[in-house]
C-alpha cells in the first residue's frame, strides 16, 4: 500500500511537471484527440445493458455505423482494441492451415501476419523486397500493388488461397492503398478468396466504402478517425463472409459473429458491452452525420496538405513517395541519415508537451509521425509543425526554410471546406 502511494506521489509530481498549463498536444495517429463533446457523453451514467432504453442506443449505434463504413450488412462491435478485431475477422471466416495472401506495406500488415502465424494460417507476405538510399524498405513507402495480388492468384489454380489481407491506411508509413483496384485484381484473376482489409485509421478520415469496393470483412477500431478513446474495434461483414462463417474451423467462442449478430437485431449483446464508450460512439456518428463524410474526408485532405508543405519547406523526406496515395490521417516525415529520430521526438514531448508518432519496427529511428486527425483545426496543426520546427532545430537538423510559414501560407489560402486535391 505505502508503494502504491508513493507511485502515485510521483505520477502527480511528473504530471504536473509535463503539464503546466493547458492541454497536451496529442498529434500521434491514435489515439486521436476527442473531443469534448464525446468526452461529455462518454461521462453520464451507466444504464442497465439488459433494459429497454439500451436496446434503443444499441439500434441507432448499429444504424449508424453502417452508414459510416457504408455498407448495408452487419457491422459487429467488440470490446477490444483493433488487434482483437484483427483476429475476429480470421477466426470467423478461415481454418486451420489456410493460405492467406498479405501485402507488406509497412509495420502493421506486418503485425496482421504474425498474428495469422499464430493462429494457425499459413499467410504469405508478398511486397518489395529490399530497401532504398534513405535505407528505408522499399515496400512501406507505397501502397498495395494491386498487379502483384493478381499475378500470384492467377498461380493459385487450385485455389489454395482463401483469403487476401491488406491494409487500407497504413499508419506506420502514412500511405493509403487502393482498396477497389485490390477487388478488381482478385476477380481478374477469377479468384474466390474472401477480401479483408484493415481500415483501423482510415475509416471516418478517409474515404473507405464497404460494399462498393467488394470488401468481405472491414477491421476497424475506435481510437482513429471516430475520435473516440482507445477500447472498441470493428469487423463490418459481407454475405460471403457470413456464409464462410458457417463452415470455418479455426476455433472461435467469444469473437463468434453468430450469437452476437442474432443479440444484434434487438440492439443488445451477449456479454456486457462497453456502454460508456458506446454513448461516445452514438455522439461520435451524430457529429459525422452533422459534418457529412465528404466534408469529413476533404478536412483530413486539407490538414494532411498543410502538413506536407511543412515537410517540403524543411526539405525533409515524406514517407509516401507515391502522391496519388498519401495518407489524409497522419504524415511519416523521414530524418536525414545519422539523425536519431526518436532522440528528436523525444525532445518535443519534454520541451513543448507535443506527441508525436514514433518510427515503428523497420523505420525505427529513421522517421517520425505527425497525426492529422481526430479533434484537430489549423491552429492545432500549426502549434504541433511549431513544435516539431523548434525540436528539429534544437536537435541541429538543418532545415532548408520554415515548414512553419509554408504551412500558415497553405492554410490561409485554402479556406477550410474548399477541397484541396488529394495529391497536392
Ligand atoms: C492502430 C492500428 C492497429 C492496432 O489497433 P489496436 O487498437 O492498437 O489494437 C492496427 N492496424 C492499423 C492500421 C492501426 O492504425
Known sequence: MQN?????????????????????????????????????????????????????????????????????????????????????????????????????????AALWQRLALRLGLVPEFIGNAGRDAAG??????????????????????????????????????????????????????????????????????ADYRHDAWGVDVT?????????????????ALSSKAIAASKTARLPKAFWAWDEILAMNATGYWPYTPSTNLLYGLSEALDMLQETGLPAVFARHQR????????????????????????????????????????????????RFDLSLGTGLGQVKGRMFRIGHLGDCNDLTLMAALCGCE??????????AGSGVTAAMDHFSAHAAGAVSPASA
Open 390 to 399: 523548434m525540436g528539429l532545430k534544437l536537435s541541429g537538423v538543418a532545415l
Open 136 to 205: 528505408l524498405p522499399l515496400s512501406w513507402r507505397h501502397g498495395v500493388q494491386a498487379d502483384q495480388i493478381e499475378a500470384r492468384l492467377r498461380l493459385d489454380a487450385g485455389h489454395t488461397i482463401k483469403a487476401v489481407c491488406v491494409v487500407h491506411n497504413e499508419t506506420s508509413t502514412g500511405v493509403t492503398s487502393d482498396i477497389a483496384a485490390v477487388r478488381r485484381a482478385i476477380d481478374a484473376a477469377g479468384h474466390p478468396a474472401l477480401l479483408m482489409v484493415d481500415s483501423i485509421s482510415g475509416l471516418a478520415s
Open 303 to 350: 490538414w494532411a496538405a498543410g502538413v506536407r508543405a511543412a515537410v517540403r519547406a524543411w526539405g525533409l523526406e515524406i514517407q509516401c513517395n507515391d502522391p496519388a496515395v498519401y495518407s489524409p490521417v497522419l504524415t511519416g516525415v523521414v530524418l536525414p541519415v545519422g539523425v536519431d529520430a526518436d532522440a528528436v521526438r523525444k525532445l518535443i514531448h519534454e
Open 219 to 235: 477491421v476497424s477500431g475506435s481510437q482513429k478517425g471516430l475520435m473516440l478513446p482507445p477500447g472498441i474495434s470493428f469487423n
Open 4 to 108: 502504491f502511494d508513493s507511485d502515485l506521489d510521483t505520477l502527480t509530481t511528473m504530471k504536473l511537471d509535463q503539464h503546466p498549463t493547458g492541454r497536451h498536444f496529442l498529434q500521434i495517429p491514435g489515439p486521436s484527440p476527442v473531443p469534448d463533446r464525446i468526452l461529455r457523453a462518454i461521462s453520464l451514467p451507466t444504464i442497465d445493458h439488459r433494459g429497454p432504453e439500451f436496446g434503443a442506443l444499441g439500434l441507432k449505434i448499429l444504424a449508424g455505423l453502417q452508414q459510416v463504413f457504408q455498407t448495408v450488412h452487419p457491422v459487429i462491435i467488440y470490446p477490444a482494441s483493433g488487434t482483437g478485431a484483427w483476429e475476429a475477422a480470421l477466426v470467423n471466416t478461415l481454418s486451420p492451415g489456410d493460405a492467406v495472401l498479405m501485402f507488406e506495406t509497412g509495420h502493421f
